[in-house]
């Protein structure tokens, strides 16, 4: 199964704050976050991770707990993902790009999808069902993604209750929006 998810912040003190999410600490946070990704993702399962892995956390630490997450990591580089830092954990991502175009087979229909840690407000084939998968905005732009006239998902860690969402599911909300047709 593919599935998505950004902006954990992992081991980011001020993000429980600036986002109130549930955490007591960073380390509620972090453990809550790997428990809530590993109920969802398998061992051959694949995350496309739309970036801001951490904030302030050096390579190694990050490394420690990216081992601990189930599943292939494809990294889409988000503000906050240094080189000094994924240099150090570089090994646990398939690979790293800042932004990537896939299709999907799904009940013998394509779909295409357009991954960028940002929101955008136009994309290749945005007007002939490419879906856009984001982060970046944590939960700060709920009325903007629910009146956006196109094909877009935001998949921050707040947004999607801390667990990777998969294709399938993204899929079905486009359907229930009525922005795409089965």
Sequence with gaps: MIYFISDNHWGHKSVIHMQNRPFINIMDMNNSMI???????????????????SYKM???????ILNKLNGKIYLIRGNHDKDRVIN??????????????????????????????YPIWSWDGMWRGTIHICGHTHDNSKHYFENHPGRI??????MINY???SIIDIINIMKEKNVIHP
Excluded at 90 to 117: G, Q, S
């Design 35 to 53: 428990e809530s990704w590993n109920s969802v993702v398998k061992p051959y399962d694949e995350v496309y991770y739309l970036g801001d892995l």
């Design 58 to 64: 050096n390579g190694n630490a990050l490394s420690m």
């Design 88 to 117: 150090k954990c570089i090994n646990r991502f398939e690979w790293i790009k800042d932004y990537y175009t896939f299709n999907y087979e799904y009940n013998d229909k394509n779909y295409k999808f357009v991954l960028f840690h």
């Design 153 to 158: 998902v935001n998949v921050s860690c707040e």
């Design 163 to 165: 667990k990777p969402i």
